[in-house]
């Protein structure tokens, strides 16, 4: 059975990464101004996009899914065709409607894949699941990176829905924004109230950075740190433990930020989270985050996704 993956571009994982295991991605598309760009995992492309774009000019950011026209054509002229049964993986949709339009989409793939198919000279069934991965950025990575290795051990399609479900259940996806300032504007404009005014401000202020989190589509702050750079540090120290201490779920841990990858490795902790990968035989995936994740949290802020059913926090 030929198994397709599919992720949207709010997925963070390297481009290269994406190529190489063959995943088709759902273009989100970001409207700054007068500025248009169709976020397709593009480094260079995303960090040149955001060159010299306001703070005040990106809070005031669109963003656009594909459709469910869009999804439907994407299928139906080329998925079907390539594949017998698709995965099709979305950010959280308490966040976005991509999964809703993928879901609605799926309706009518299924009522019209016979026709291509059989043009095609395929007479088998075409089946595909849509699943949100009740996550974000780089905690959508996990599902992902879970499924493409089921895929490599040829493992069912029966098999691979359930794993990737637990996964998903149990992905723990942490944040830690730059500038609160920055999302408490993009928040109000997307008409979230999460991030007040008084919360903002004194955390400016005093250089307060929380550690946000989502786990099962749900996101809050789980720990407020002084500093950036101390957060990072801590968070990447708190990931480190839980890789010695084997509570991952999956060998997997991904890592995304609001610039270019480098500026990862010279944040405090790094060193020392991934020899702990390496030590402990976790791939450590890191990348740029995706454009729709720094129009929405801002530039040069940090997420980190793993699986575990251990505690969110300690």
């Known amino acids: 059975m030929r198994i397709g993956l599919v992720v949207d571009s709010a997925c963070d994982l390297p481009r ?29 492309a995303t960090l040149e996009f955001l060159d010299n774009k306001s703070e005040e000019l990106m809070a005031q950011a669109e963003t656009q899914p594909f459709t469910v026209q869009q999804v439907q054509d994407l299928f139906l002229k080329r998925l079907v ?27 009518a793939i299924l009522n019209d894949y016979k026709e291509p198919r059989s043009a095609a000279g395929i007479a088998t069934p075409f089946s595909l ?37 637990q996964i998903a259940m149990n992905t723990h996806a942490y944040m830690v924004p730059r500038d609160l ?36 589509g749900e996101t809050g702050p789980i720990a407020k740190l002084k500093g950036f750079d101390n ?10 433990r839980r890789v010695r201490d084997g509570k991952l779920m999956t060998p997997t841990l991904a890592i995304s930020y609001g610039g270019p990858v480098e500026d990862i490795r010279r944040l405090p902790g790094y060193t020392e989270l991934a020899e702990t990968c390496r030590t402990h035989r976790v791939e450590l995936l890191e990348s740029t985050m995706s454009l729709t994740g720094m129009v929405n949290v801002g530039k040069s802020s940090l997420t980190l996704g793993f699986a575990s059913d251990a505690p969110a926090w300690d």
């Open 16 to 44: 290269d990464y994406i190529e190489k295991n063959e995943l088709t991605l759902l273009p989100i598309t970001v409207r700054i101004g007068d500025a248009v760009l169709a976020d397709q995992r593009n480094e260079q």
């Open 231 to 240: 957060a990072a540090e801590k968070l990447f120290t708190f990931a480190a």
């Open 181 to 216: 300032n920055y999302l408490r504007a993009r928040t109000r404009h997307r008409g979230d109230r999460s991030v007040s005014l008084l919360s903002a401000t004194l955390g400016s202020a005093l250089d307060i950075k929380p550690v946000l989190h989502c786990r099962r």
């Open 81 to 107: 065709i390539d594949y017998d049964y698709v995965f099709c993986m979305t950010i959280t949709k308490s966040r976005s409607p991509i999964f809703d339009n993928t879901q609605q989409a799926s309706f």
């Open 129 to 165: 699941r849509v699943i949100d991965t009740q996550s974000v950025f780089a905690g959508q990575a996990i599902a992902a990176v879970e499924a493409v290795r089921l895929r490599q051990a040829e493992e069912g399609a029966p098999k691979m829905r359930a794993r990737i479900e």
